[in-house]
């Protein structure tokens, strides 16, 4: 499972917000649609593998719960349109995004331990007005799960989607892909959620930045990469584990990239952004908020 409710604030919570919490309650999770306890696994930060939660041994998931039915929207999805489904899914499509205050709310009435589960801020919400609330679609709280929906989905980009600070609507209008028709580098008068292929060679870390290369750009003749963008993750007020985060999910999503090439062909390591373009150097964006970037592994299709 790609994410799950921290049972104690109630928020869903991606895998790979695990790689930034100083400690992880392995009690701590349910299963989003359903309640089952799960419990969270790869989350260790020398794991190249990318976290997730899973079923305790011996256990099932309740009647009626939409994990399985999630699987296969995203395999219908991929061949044509299911926006019916996405409509009453909360966590397949999110409808915007927004970013939240980081602060852990403590309740008294909990344990020490609980408070350590999750990044975010929000406090415990009633569980009777949460089994009333309707189903539909949520707001997510990185781009991670937006980016997501945008490669599983394709005949369904015309759906809502309402990112701060982005003038396009939908998901079609919001991204924008770097590179494309060979234009060379291109100067970007608004801001987007830009992704682009990976390279393979390693990211750079300082101080005051991670510099991650992509696989776009300027290419010559003999179709060689001749001025590559990059993306720079402007970190030197950051916390370590916020630094893990991304520093995890980069390598991550490159092994993964790697592997993939011998295997599945189609499928290519993405990474998703929101970032200005530099003023001196038009080849660089620079992303200062770590819920503003992923690394995600899918095969793209544009649907005409």
């Not at 989350?43 to 305790?56: A, E, V």
């Not at 309740?62 to 299911?82: F, L």
């Not at 799960?145 to 209008?173: E, H, Q, W």
């Amino acid at each position: 499972m790609e994410s799950a409710r921290n049972k104690f604030t109630r928020e869903i919570v991606e895998a790979e917000e695990l790689w930034q919490l100083p400690s992880v309650d392995r009690n701590g999770y349910e299963c989003g649609s359903c309640g089952m306890d799960v419990y969270p696994a790869s989350y260790q930060k020398n794991n190249l593998k990318r976290p997730y939660f899973s079923l305790f041994h011996f256990t099932d998931h309740r009647d009626g719960c939409d994990v399985e039915g999630n699987k296969k929207t995203v395999a219908k999805g991929r061949k044509g349109s299911v926006r019916d489904e996405l409509e009453t899914s909360p966590g397949l499509s999110p409808s915007r995004l927004t970013l939240r205050d980081e602060r852990v709310a403590v309740d008294p009435t909990l344990p020490v331990s609980s408070t350590q589960t999750s990044s975010t801020r929000s406090v415990r919400s009633d569980a009777h007005e949460e089994k009333a609330r309707p189903v539909g679609r949520r707001a997510a709280n990185t781009i991670r799960p937006i980016c997501r929906a945008y490669l599983n989905f394709p005949y369904d980009r015309s759906m809502s989607l309402d990112v701060p600070g982005i003038d396009g609507k939908t998901y079609l209008s919001a991204f924008k892909k770097l590179g494309a028709g060979n234009k060379g580098i291109e100067q970007f008068a608004r801001a987007q959620i830009f992704y682009a292929e990976l390279a393979w060679p390693k990211a750079h870390e300082d101080e005051e930045s991670l510099l991650i290369p992509l696989s776009a750009g300027e290419w010559s003749q003999e179709r060689k990469l001749v001025r590559p963008y990059s993306v720079r993750v402007c970190w030197s007020q950051w916390s370590k584990y916020k630094k893990t985060v991304v520093r995890n999910e980069m390598e991550v999503v490159r092994e993964e990239g790697i592997k993939a090439k011998k295997k599945n062909p189609k499928d290519r390591a993405y990474v998703f952004f929101i970032g200005e373009q530099d003023e001196s150097d038009p080849t660089v964006f620079n992303v200062s908020d770590h819920r503003l970037i992923c690394g995600l592994l899918g095969t793209l299709i544009f649907v005409s």
